[in-house]
């Protein structure tokens, strides 16, 4: 079965320092990789997503992902984090039919 | 364009009762869900379309039963709640072809 995995219930960056939420994927074949972020009492959205092509996938609010086929891996990060940046982010994984399998999440919380 | 939006935004029910939970878009997307979310377990998909006069099974089925009668409604009714279905309730759509979900605001229900 095609899975996400989020090994981190929670990271803590000081403000202005990179961080990194860490994803670890299971598939066959190809993978379609998304990041969605998700605000208290609201819903999903959208971050960034890898399809194909160039490794590292920019997204929204300074974000990016680096997709490792090696490692099995899809990182996300950001150089400088912003105590704005403090919510809960979801890695997941297209699965056919548009469908999305979701990871756990995993808590950032920014420091000022 | 409003988006995806959900109706209600908050339910008490009782065990036993019923209820639909309305998502609407506007954005003439072919694929809806319908998805819940529990603490440290991430979303998990409980059904979804791929276009209109068609749905099919998700993850998590089981207790719930959906209906798409137009584009751009998709319906989640609860034919007889109860405590386990207590849960804050996703819709979501895309227009397909590895593109991202869009998602709605939720619907927070609670089964006593």
């Known amino acids: 079965a095609q899975s996400v995995a989020q090994p981190e219930d929670q990271v803590n960056v000081a403000e202005g320092n990179p961080l990194t939420v860490k994803c670890t994927y299971s598939v066959s074949g190809n993978p379609y990789l998304f990041w969605y972020v998700q605000y208290p009492n609201r819903g999903l959205q959208f971050l960034l997503k890898?399809?194909?092509?160039?490794?590292l996938v920019k997204g929204s609010y300074g974000f990016e992902a680096e997709f490792n086929k090696s490692q099995t891996s899809f990182h996300l990060k950001k150089p400088s984090a912003l105590v704005s940046d403090s919510a809960l982010y979801f890695c997941a994984v297209n699965t056919g039919f548009q469908k999305l399998v979701f990871g756990t999440g995993t808590r950032l919380l920014v420091s000022p | 364009n409003a988006g995806v939006t959900q109706t209600p935004k908050f339910r008490v029910l009782k065990t036993g009762q019923s209820m639909t939970l309305l998502c609407a878009q506007d954005m003439n997307h072919e694929y809806m869900y319908w998805y819940r979310q529990d603490p440290g377990m991430g979303l998990r998909l409980i059904h979804y379309?791929?276009?209109?006069?068609?749905?099919a099974k998700g993850e998590v089925p089981d207790g719930y039963n959906v209906s798409r009668l137009k584009k751009q409604n998709f319906l989640l009714g609860l034919e007889s709640a109860a405590p386990s279905q207590t849960s804050v309730y996703f819709c979501a759509s895309t227009p397909g072809q590895a593109s991202s979900q869009f998602f709605g605001p939720g619907t927070r229900l609670t089964v006593l």
């Open positions: 379309s791929v276009g209109e006069g068609t749905t």
């Open positions: 890898y399809i194909t092509g160039d490794n």
